[in-house]
């Protein structure tokens, strides 16, 4: 569908976890001199490292290079290593260890200070994957908690925390993710960080149509190439995403804040890789409007099918993606805990070049029926934010 005449151009930002080899007054002047309109600050020791010292100057300083270059921006948090050297990620919101989890809520607050201090438009975050050995329940319960606290500061500091939904995660996928608003009783101050190529990989519908279903809820998006069922962050038309459709829904939804492009696996090549995307989005924003096919070398515009759902879309419970070694084909998934189905678990990105990697040629099928729940504790809609039922045992 043609956006409406008059709708408002996208703002395009590059994420500096793609830029990692530069330092951030380097990666900020490329991306203003490149004529992008923001950045999606990922608050990691090489940039805006946000447990060393002297924070507070550090960005005020910050604000400053934003400011002489025109650029906003969107504070993100998926840092591989920041809190500790050892886990990707880790610890999260779902840590068993609860100092653990008051770190990672740390973190997640500090992130909410420096927004509000840049001027940002959203906070991310992501719910991390649950220890294998924890009970669901269990997992959703710190979760509810540790995004309820957070939106306590978000609200006081006027600021907007948008969860992404990751693979392998708790919340893996947008029903995961409407799950968790229900738990945390609705609360408007949780918004949704959207991922293109998360859409691509593992969700039942099209790309463009969860942007259409998700539109009420959209404070971020980011955005990549990818191939169905392979978790794997690509270059613009090294994939199999038709991008003028997801282009199109963002300007009908009258979406303003930043799209993000996610490459942080290609900080060797950033400032390359930065340079192409920008005009291949900008060609491909144009098709969205004029009805016409975008031209830029390689494109994949036009490579996926058109509709609301992909033709071999794998079922699989919301909430219960489980991560998946490198290099290996994903295993059954959990049975479902009271949520609605979605896609099945992808596999993660192999080693190998990217032109080796193949979508899933058919559905996965489900796994066994979990025995971990507590009947009758998947958060309803209306609990409190906390997330504990009324009646029900934390």
Same mark, same amino acid.
């Given at each position: 569908?043609?956006?409406?005449?008059?709708?408002?151009?996208?703002?395009?930002?590059?994420?500096?976890?793609?830029?990692?080899?530069?330092?951030?007054?380097? #990666?900020?002047?490329?991306?203003?001199?490149?004529?992008?309109?923001?950045? %999606?600050?990922?608050?990691?020791?090489?940039?805006?490292? &946000?447990? *060393?010292?002297?924070?507070?100057?550090?960005?005020?300083?910050?604000?400053?290079?934003? %400011?002489?270059?025109?650029?906003?921006?969107?504070?993100?948090?998926?840092?591989?290593?920041?809190?500790?050297?050892?886990?990707?990620?880790? +610890?999260?919101?779902?840590?068993?260890?609860?100092?653990?989890?008051?770190?990672?809520?740390?973190?997640?607050?500090?992130?909410?200070?420096?927004?509000?201090?840049?001027?940002?438009?959203?906070?991310?975050?992501?719910?991390?994957?649950?220890?294998?050995?924890?009970?669901?329940?269990?997992?959703?319960?710190?979760?509810?908690?540790?995004? %309820? #606290?957070?939106?306590?500061?978000?609200?006081?500091? %006027?600021?907007?925390?948008?969860? =992404? +939904? =990751? @693979?392998?995660?708790?919340?893996?996928?947008?029903?995961?993710?409407?799950?968790?608003?229900?738990?945390?009783?609705?609360?408007?101050?949780?918004?949704?960080?959207?991922?293109?190529?998360?859409?691509?990989?593992?969700?039942?519908?099209?790309?463009?149509?969860?942007?259409?279903?998700?539109? !009420?809820?959209?404070?971020?998006?980011?955005?990549?190439?990818?191939?169905?069922?392979?978790?794997?962050?690509?270059?613009?038309?090294?994939?199999?995403?038709?991008? /003028?459709?997801?282009?199109?829904?963002?300007?009908?939804?009258?979406?303003?804040?930043?799209?993000?492009?996610?490459? /942080?696996?290609?900080?060797?090549?950033?400032?390359?890789?930065?340079?192409?995307?920008? &005009?291949?989005?900008?060609? #491909?924003?144009?098709?969205?409007?004029?009805?016409?096919?975008?031209?830029?070398?390689?494109?994949?515009?036009?490579?996926?099918?058109?509709?609301?759902?992909?033709?071999?879309? !794998?079922?699989?419970?919301?909430?219960?993606?489980?991560?998946?070694?490198?290099?290996?084909?994903?295993?059954?998934? /959990?049975? *479902?805990?009271?949520? !609605?189905?979605?896609?099945?678990? @992808?596999?993660?990105?192999?080693?190998?070049?990217?032109?080796?990697?193949?979508?899933?040629?058919?559905?996965?099928?489900?796994?066994?029926?979990?025995?971990?729940?507590? !009947?009758?504790?998947?958060?309803?809609?209306?609990?409190?934010?906390?997330?504990?039922?009324?009646?029900?045992?934390?």
């Amino acid at each position: 569908m043609t956006p409406p005449a008059g709708t408002p151009a996208l703002r395009y930002a590059y994420g500096t976890n793609g830029l990692a080899d530069l330092r951030l007054p380097d #990666a900020l002047a490329l991306l203003a001199g490149l004529g992008y309109d923001g950045v %999606g600050l990922t608050l990691d020791h090489m940039h805006l490292d &946000p447990l *060393a010292p002297d924070l507070a100057r550090r960005t005020a300083e910050t604000a400053r290079l934003l %400011g002489r270059h025109g650029l906003t921006v969107t504070v993100e948090t998926g840092a591989r290593y920041v809190l500790d050297p050892r886990r990707k990620h880790g +610890p999260t919101l779902l840590d068993a260890d609860p100092e653990g989890r008051a770190a990672r809520l740390g973190l997640l607050r500090t992130a909410v200070r420096v927004a509000a201090d840049l001027g940002a438009h959203a906070v991310h975050c992501f719910s991390g994957v649950a220890p294998p050995d924890m009970p669901r329940y269990a997992a959703w319960q710190h979760l509810t908690d540790g995004i %309820g #606290a957070l939106l306590d500061t978000a609200d006081t500091a %006027g600021v907007a925390v948008a969860l =992404e +939904p =990751e @693979p392998g995660h708790l919340v893996g996928d947008l029903a995961g993710f409407h799950r968790l608003r229900s738990a945390i009783g609705g609360s408007p101050g949780l918004g949704l960080t959207l991922d293109v190529g998360h859409c691509q990989c593992l969700e039942p519908a099209t790309p463009a149509a969860c942007v259409r279903d998700a539109a !009420p809820w959209l404070r971020h998006v980011q955005i990549e190439d990818m191939r169905r069922g392979v978790h794997e962050h690509l270059p613009f038309g090294e994939g199999e995403i038709d991008f /003028p459709p997801v282009l199109g829904a963002l300007r009908e939804a009258g979406y303003a804040g930043l799209v993000t492009v996610e490459l /942080p696996r290609h900080s060797h090549a950033g400032p390359d890789q930065a340079a192409a995307a920008l &005009p291949f989005l900008h060609a #491909a924003e144009h098709a969205a409007v004029r009805g016409t096919p975008p031209a830029p070398a390689g494109s994949s515009a036009h490579r996926a099918p058109a509709g609301r759902a992909h033709p071999a879309a !794998p079922a699989r419970p919301a909430g219960s993606a489980a991560p998946v070694p490198p290099g290996t084909s994903p295993g059954p998934a /959990p049975a *479902a805990d009271s949520a !609605p189905a979605s896609a099945a678990a @992808p596999q993660q990105a192999a080693p190998a070049p990217p032109a080796k990697a193949a979508p899933l040629a058919a559905p996965l099928a489900a796994g066994p029926e979990r025995t971990d729940e507590r !009947p009758g504790t998947a958060p309803p809609a209306g609990a409190s934010r906390s997330g504990t039922p009324a009646g029900a045992r934390p």
